[in-house]
């Protein structure tokens, strides 16, 4: 802990006061700052003491989609650091009534240091609703009104799912040693068959935007039409490590150190649910799901299984999934892997989601810390 933090102090930060909204909006040191501080905070609750930072306060969390993981994280987050909770429900609040999103925002953060929001459900909008409540609580914070500025966290979005991806990357670096060991390791970020069709992008966008960041290999596999949204492609391609696109599971597994099969929904049906969501057209809903149902069935072969683990480097690739995954024969028919290959990597999988609760304290510290070093040398004293 005292070599992590020896490193922290060399970081050029620049956190307090703002949000952690997508990890392209940070800089390679803020990112490396982040999973740091995790680090940290893992290893002092592994020891049984406390990483608390706050007397008191509220965080706020606001989930427009159902979860489990970053739910139950956020909340464990939250707590562990000296917060109160409070969920935000659209349907019992005023929101209901026509009270706006700079009102509302405003209205939850008089005692509040940090607000969660996972809104993964319409192409062009998550994003965009979590960057309308930061300038809310920015305006409310500069106009007197707010005593402090609490900071936004993306909890998933349509672009992005910063606090999964930086999990997961911190489940590589235990896994294969250090950063510098992931440089140049190749990972397969695939589609992988399910039997639903409206899973969001942001999983894939957001692992094959920070994994080339981080120097490794990354190859993004997808049948035809099946791709992500355009701009995240571009950026993607000015990272350090190399990044290609192929239109076969196979070829993507091929001498493969990690391989990441995870379903979602094609860019251009994204838009189009979008559209019919916004209207309450239950009918084009309907319509929709059961085209790109039919669409899906096409490709069942697209499954990470035994026969494809062993193309990768010795056969051993490590599976990675955010979970929940869709196992043929245990939660579906036909699914995105196979009993045999996840029971295999299971307990990997549990490992990999452990490390965001501690990714979630670490971004809110960040942003509401003025120094953070500073007061994590005092937690670290005792």
Known sequence: MQKKLKQLKGLKLNCYNGD????????????LATELIAEIFKELHKKGKSFKAFDSGLAISIFRDNSTRTRFSFASAVNALGLGLEELDEVKSQIAHGETVRESANMISFLAQTIGIRDDMYLGEGNKYMREVSEAVNEGYEKG???????????????????????????????????????????????????????????????????????????????????LIPKVIEQTRKNEGTFKIVNSMEEAFKNADIVYPKSWAPYNVMQRRTTLLQKSDKEGLKELEKECLTNNAKYKN????????????????????????????VSCKEGEVSKNVFEKYRIHTYQEASFKPFVIASMIYLTRMKDPVERLEKILAG
């Open 20 to 31: 952690h909204l997508l990890n392209v909006d940070k800089t390679d040191d803020e990112l």
């Open 145 to 227: 009104v707010l005593h402090f500025r609490p900071s936004v966290i993306n909890l998933q979005c349509d672009i992005d799912h910063p606090t999964q991806t930086l999990a997961d990357l911190l489940k590589l670096k235990d896994y294969f040693g250090s950063f510098d060991n992931l440089k140049g390791k190749k990972l397969a970020m695939t589609w992988a068959y399910s039997p639903s069709y409206g899973k969001p992008l942001s999983v894939p966008q957001g692992i094959i935007s920070l994994m080339t960041r981080f120097g490794m290999d990354v190859t993004l596999a997808h049948p035809e039409g099946y791709g």
């Open 302 to 329: 697209w499954e990470c299984n035994e026969s494809k683990m062993k193309l990768t480097k010795g056969g051993e690739a490590l599976y990675m999934h955010c979970l929940p995954a869709d196992i043929s024969g």
